[in-house]
């Protein structure tokens, strides 16, 4: 059974900066994509970022281009997402997906197959 593990949120002011982290319980080299999504109060959930198996290649939206870092580590089951410059309008819940098959933009949630519980992510001075 897969379980993914969101780690990391928390109260931060704006301009701050928040590194939030995703353990799996199995071997997540064969997710061809690991990604981050949000959903603020109110709003649908939106993709954050999504990293491809090896790690090279990366996604990101339009909103948080040249702000946030996403990175995995195969050998260590782990997915992160370096948060820097934050906003008050990103305050939300954070979840860590993982996708057997996406494809290009990676960034439709119908795509991915599991999901963490998520990391509430609070930007508030």
């Known amino acids: 059974q897969v379980q993914l593990v969101e780690s990391g949120g928390g109260l931060v002011q704006p301009g701050g900066s928040l590194r939030l982290s995703c353990a799996a319980s199995?071997?997540?080299?064969?997710?061809?994509?690991m990604a981050w999504f949000r959903q603020a109060p109110g709003k649908e959930r939106e993709f954050v970022a999504t990293?491809?198996?090896?790690?090279?290649?990366?996604y990101y939206a339009d909103s948080v281009k040249g702000r946030f870092t996403i990175s995995r580590d195969n050998a260590k089951n782990m997915v992160y997402l370096q948060m820097n410059n934050l906003k008050s309008e990103e305050t939300a819940i954070y979840y860590c997906a993982a996708a057997n098959g996406a494809i290009w933009p990676y960034s439709s949630e119908y795509e991915y197959n599991y999901w963490g519980q998520g990391t509430q992510v609070t930007v508030s001075s």
């Open positions: 199995v071997n997540i080299y064969p997710f061809n994509a």
């Open positions: 990293v491809l198996r090896t790690g090279s290649s990366t």
